[in-house]
Nanobody, 118 residues
Framework: QLQASGGGLVQAGGSLRLSCAAS????????IGWYRQAPGKQRELVAA???????LYAGSVKGRFTVSRDNAKNTVYLQMNSLKPEDTAVYYC??????????????WGQGTLVTVSS
């Protein structure tokens, strides 16, 4: 199971760190992806990290967001800096597969709401 947390209300230009906590002994071999879904829009991939620490980012967040993982804590983080109102969305984490430059989604966790005010 996956549980995302850390969302909240922040002003534009601010920062938040999201956490994705996972249960299960296979966490360290899973790739984890962060997705977001804004009202009226499709869910989109924001960032992903492989079991070995390789990362990929959507162009809209590259340079502002950083994904990392702590396998000892079964947790993946999404550090979000220089937030913009267009980053407002429900953020979800996902346990899937990472191959080359692609992430293939698998199991979904619950989301956490991020609201960025202008």
């Amino acid at each position: 199971q996956l549980q995302a947390s850390g969302g909240g209300l922040v002003q534009a230009g601010g920062s938040l760190r999201l956490s994705c906590a996972a249960s299960g002994s296979t966490f360290s071999i899973n790739a984890i992806g962060w997705y977001r879904q804004a009202p009226g829009k499709q869910r989109e991939l924001v960032a992903a990290i492989s079991s070995g620490g390789s990362t990929l980012y959507a162009g809209s967040v590259k340079g502002r967001f950083t994904v990392s993982r702590d396998n000892a804590k079964n947790t993946v983080y999404l550090q979000m800096n220089s937030l913009k109102p267009e980053d407002t969305a429900v953020y979800y984490c996902n346990a899937g597969e990472y191959s080359g430059s692609y992430y293939f989604p698998g199991s979904w966790g619950q989301g956490t709401l991020v609201t960025v005010s202008s």
